[in-house]
């Protein structure tokens, strides 16, 4: 330990003396600092750190600097418009040596970032550093203090000379050789598996690699081509945020909402705000209390390196992401910063994929949108990632192979292609909100384009929105069947063809008492020759539950039914557990997250529907249009479903407990509703049902009532009976429900519909919202729109006075007033 510490003082005092002479010498002085960074010393790896910073406060005019000279290659670096073919040998054995020198600097700082667990973790303070003189590193580039080789570039060694990426152009390649390094350098840092928590907050390094690619990009973006931005999207920076969400093995990945509106997920981190012009008040204010710090550089801060110093100073003080208050909070003592405890530090997904993916949105936004070829090559690249977080992949083979567990919490199909990759529910949620943060940025761009971009962009969104919702969909369906099926099969059954009423009979259960409503016969499939033909009755539990309890089971050896009463040891021995969470397992997790991101897909989409296709042909409306419409389709099969209700029971008693009165306490805490209302499979698809009815109608009002829209087709005319179709359909659904079930609901849940809409699986509660967005479109018809089908609307408008919800009355009454006094002369 003496030995190695004497060696880094004898390089720090040569750096110190001798920096000026320096020359083929800086690489192996490079190369010590590098291995200081795995000593397990922790002096030590601080003392070479402090070297490196000291290098770049104090020597890297020296290093670096504009004017410094080499006396036999005959050339100055501020020589930096020279071309390739007027250097000679030694000028071009200067450069690349100086470009070489760079990329040594470049990855000993890189090393003091911790990215795989060890035994002697770095402390984080170090790793933090480091992070800091990447963006240093990155302004050198921009800023010309370093240059490019002229030569060398190669893209297949990595520890030789020149290395680069590859489709690239000969000077974007050279171009590439400096950036490289620090690229790969990040990119090995988002996805870090190093623990780096401090404080409770936790990732720390993780995300404070993620905020330095953001900073460098957001600051520097604009140096790259569109072939050099295709690269660094395509080859480090998706990949490595994919890694990092597919690494995380923390408990998030297990989390399922009860519902698609009641997220579970509240505390994921948030994308963070763009960053503040470089010449903000507030950033030359940090920038300024950094320099009169006395450990603090004593050259100015570049652009990124300002960004990234600030960034770590508002992560350290737990602030909101708005960096030009960052002086604010660095004058704030360590012991006065905020508590900001997590409930999952350790998760990747929890505190920084949002900050990842936002990252996308970000550079494409404030940068990438303007190129002219950004919506063939670009936008694909970075919509195609958010769309995995959103909806995995589509399933391409069918849906006989079996499930395995995915290493993000939710079963994925046993393929061959990457494609088969399906998120959980944290990344389903953050993909869907990023998708339509994104979405918003290209609607901003278009209010500023020309008209031929707005068409351009509108149906690239489109057709983005409704590729993205058909391919869940896709794989929603097959699991749905899959999981009825699975059921039957496993329990042998055929059907229930031989179902009849019988006239009610009061009975006693174990769970209470019930009515038998009537019974069926069901058959058991043993082998190719033996079955059991049951003879089961379904009794409705008084406190509305369901049981189907066997009675008789026909015997085909003895040819005569034997009493098969199923009685609590049956009900909870061992094999039937473990029968119970077999398919529920296999199927339920998925199915759940696909019904998520339906949900979460449209509901976006309803906010934002009317400016999409204001600019939008026929056929990129029919398509979106026709993916709404499968979507409400299966989840209203799906919310009708007794099997798939069964299903979802079963894994909510299996949750519950095994004792009569858990469940009785559950179903209590749930009010006066019964079981399939309070079922979750109501929960779940009587949601993506609601929301998709509404996003239906803001899309067809848009097209009927919206005189502004720019289009070539009658939209008008297209639009008018599938909305009044659609919207009566949901009225008459509506009123039955409310009418049927409103006596027995608290009326608190219409005072706070909007709270309660997600936890009670009942249609008119769930549907309220729609019902409210129906008597808007009403208000927005025109004159003579109204006049044409009030025919229609009025007795409906006459019926919903009686319901108990006051918002709807209010619009209700307004209707009234503003549309059908004026058809009956009543224009005062």
Known sequence: EDIRELILRCVDNMIRIMSR???????????????????????????????????????????????????????????????????????????NARAEDFVDLCRASISYVQTKESGNPLPIGLSMRALCHIACYADLIVDRKVLPPVSGAQSKDPDAFGYTYGNLSENEALEMVLWRPLFDGLAACICSTAPSQSGGVGCLVQRGSVMTTRAILLRHGKQFSSTQWNVILSNV??????????????????????????????????????????????????????????SGPTRPLGKSELLVEASFADLRHGGTGNLSRAHGLAKKDIETKINSEQPFPDSWIATTASIALGLLTDIFGEILIGYPDAHNTLWPII?????RWSVGYPVKSTFNKPLSFSSVGVYNYNLDLENSWLPCEALVRIGCNELFRATKVILDYMNISDLNSKVKWSKIICSTIADSLAENLLLERRLYSGLVEDKLSALGLNGSENEKEIPPKKVTTAFG????????????LHS????????????ELDFGGKLFSPSLIFDTGNNS????????????????????????????????????????????????????????????????????????????????????????????????????????????????????????????????????NNTIVSLLASLYCDTSSIVTWDCENFAESKLLERMMDVLHKFLVSEEKESSRMDPNVWRHCHENSGMIAVYCTSFANVIVSILKT??????????????????????????????IRKYVKEIFIKQVGPSIGLDD
């Open 383 to 387: 919509s195609g990632q958010i769309q």
């Open 21 to 95: 002479n320096l020359r083929s010498g800086w690489k192996i002085f490079f190369s010590i600092l590098t291995l200081s960074a795995s000593d397990p010393v922790e002096k030590i790896s601080t003392l070479g750190l402090a070297i490196l910073q000291r290098l770049l406060d104090q020597h890297l005019d020296q290093l670096f600097g504009v004017g410094c000279v080499d006396d036999e290659a005959g050339i100055n670096s501020d020589d930096v418009d020279m071309k390739q073919n007027t250097f000679s040998v030694n000028q071009k054995r200067f450069r």
């Open 561 to 692: 039914f034997q009493e098969g009463r199923v009685d609590d040891k049956n009900l909870n021995n061992s094999e039937s557990k473990s029968f119970e969470h077999g398919y529920l397992e296999k199927y339920l997790p998925s199915l759940k997250v696909t019904c998520i991101a339906s949900y979460c897909l449209q509901l976006n989409l309803h906010g934002i529907v009317n400016q999409i296709v204001k600019h939008c042909g026929k056929n990129e409306v029919v398509s979106l249009l026709n993916a709404l419409e499968d979507s409400r389709e299966l989840s209203q099969k799906a919310s009708n479903d007794e099997d798939l209700a069964h299903a979802f029971q079963e894994a909510m008693f299996i949750e519950w407990g095994d004792g009569v009165e858990e469940v009785e306490a559950a179903l209590a805490s749930l009010g006066r509703m019964n079981h399939q209302e309070s079922g979750k499979n109501g929960l779940f698809f009587l949601s993506q049902e609601a929301v998709s």
């Open 513 to 524: 008492e019930g009515l038998i409503v009537n019974e069926r016969i069901d058959e058991y």
């Open 237 to 294: 920076l998706i990949p490595a945020i994919q890694k990092a969400a597919k690494s995380d093995k923390s408990h998030i990945i297990d989390i399922t909402s009860d519902s698609p509106i009641a997220s579970s997920l509240d505390f994921l981190s948030n994308p963070q705000p763009l960053p503040p012009h470089p010449d903000d008040e507030g950033l030359l204010k940090f920038s300024h209390m950094a320099q009169s710090e006395e």
């Open 778 to 807: 009403f208000l927005s018809f025109r004159s003579e729109q109204f006049e044409k089908h009030k025919g229609k609307i009025f007795p409906i408008l006459c019926e919903l006075i009686r319901v108990q919800s006051d918002e």
């Open 528 to 539: 190719e020759v033996e079955q059991s033909i049951v003879r089961v009755a379904v009794v």
